[in-house]
């Protein structure tokens, strides 16, 4: 980005956008290089603003909501990184057991909101770090539930700045998959839940998270799990049958705890994880002839190229 590019964006997103900023503290690896910018919008017409610029000078952009499944390489990312902020990381609970929520909430607030107006459906997301958006896009799921089965309406903004609302017959969700336009922004998802009391749902987060700290490393830096689970199996089953647990590349370790989740020590680089994952691949490949697929994103330039 040149200097007027970068003043324009500036005074777009009212002063709500940083240069040169570590993708290592937007993610929860905790690895990866500068982005070139990263951008706050605080409103829909902000956000609209934003792309619409962006589209227009072919300046690359990303949007990122806690970094929960993301690999940034260890370049950085060239462009602009985006993270809904304001009105669009709050929640509107309506009657009838709606609620419209920003793409950029936290599943932690979501839940939190749910305890409190005894709405259930989404107790499966607790302990899952990610946003309302990312879960979406990931159609994030565990323990036999997926986020988008709860959504029935969206509002997502395309390069050229456009809002575009859809029904749920118009969104095609798969395995961690929500198939959208490239470029597409999504800016608010309303759910449609259940009503319980309140304590109910409480204790269901409860035995979720319970669930979730016995089976993974969560206290430790990752992007949860690695790669999908094949059809009929389980990544993690057949990383630990390669015998790779516990295996090391600098500071990243394939986790003992989980096979399918690589944790940063301390001090692991994206390269580390890298050579990490394509070990997996490989052994998994050669003792049950099996491809996985990754599902943590990687995105950004390898180390050494040179950011615009
Ligand atoms: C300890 C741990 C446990 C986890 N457990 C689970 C689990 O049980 N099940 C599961 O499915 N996942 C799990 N994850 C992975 C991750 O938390 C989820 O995929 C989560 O939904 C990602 O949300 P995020 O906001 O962090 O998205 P990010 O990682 O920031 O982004 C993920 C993808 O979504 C896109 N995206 C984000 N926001 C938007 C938006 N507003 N519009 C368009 N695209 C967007 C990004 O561009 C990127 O491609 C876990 C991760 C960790 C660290």
């Known amino acids: 980005m040149d200097a007027r590019q970068k003043t324009e964006l500036f005074q777009i997103a009212g002063g709500r956008v940083r240069f040169h900023v570590p993708m290592s503290r937007y993610t929860t690896f905790r690895v990866g290089g500068d982005a070139e910018a990263l951008c706050q919008p605080a409103d829909m017409e902000c956000l609209c603003r934003a792309l619409a610029f962006l589209t227009r000078e072919g300046i690359p952009y990303l949007a990122v909501g806690r970094g929960s499944n993301l690999l940034v390489r260890d370049g950085g990312i060239r462009g602009v990184v985006i993270l809904l902020s304001g009105e669009l990381a709050r929640a509107e609970w309506k009657p009838g057991g709606r609620v419209l929520a920003g793409a950029g909430l936290s599943l932690a607030d979501l839940l939190t909101g749910c305890k409190q107006m005894g709405l259930s459906g989404l107790e499966f997301l607790a302990g899952i770090p990610g946003t309302v958006g990312g879960a979406a896009a990931m159609n994030a799921g565990a323990f036999g539930s997926e986020t988008g089965a709860w959504i029935e309406e969206m509002r997502a903004v395309d390069p050229r700045g456009h809002v575009h609302a859809y029904d749920r017959s118009q969104l095609r969700f798969s395995y961690r998959r929500l198939d959208m336009e490239t470029g597409s922004v999504i800016a608010q998802a309303g759910f449609r839940l259940t009503s319980d009391a309140p304590e109910r749902v409480a204790e269901r987060i409860g035995k979720y998270l319970k669930r979730r700290k016995a089976l993974q490393p969560i206290a430790e830096a990752s992007a949860g799990s690695v790669f999908k689970n094949p059809p009929h199996d389980y990544a993690g089953r057949l990383i630990e049958q390669a015998g790779l647990k516990g295996t090391r590349v600098g500071g990243a370790m394939i ?23 394509e070990a997996a691949k490989e052994a998994v490949m050669q003792t049950a002839g099996i491809a996985l697929e990754l599902e943590v994103r990687v995105v950004g330039d390898p180390a050494g190229t040179d950011p615009a």
């Open 255 to 277: 986790s003992r705890r989980h096979a399918n989740f690589i944790v940063n020590t301390g001090g692991a680089t994206a390269a580390d994880i890298l050579t990490l994952m």
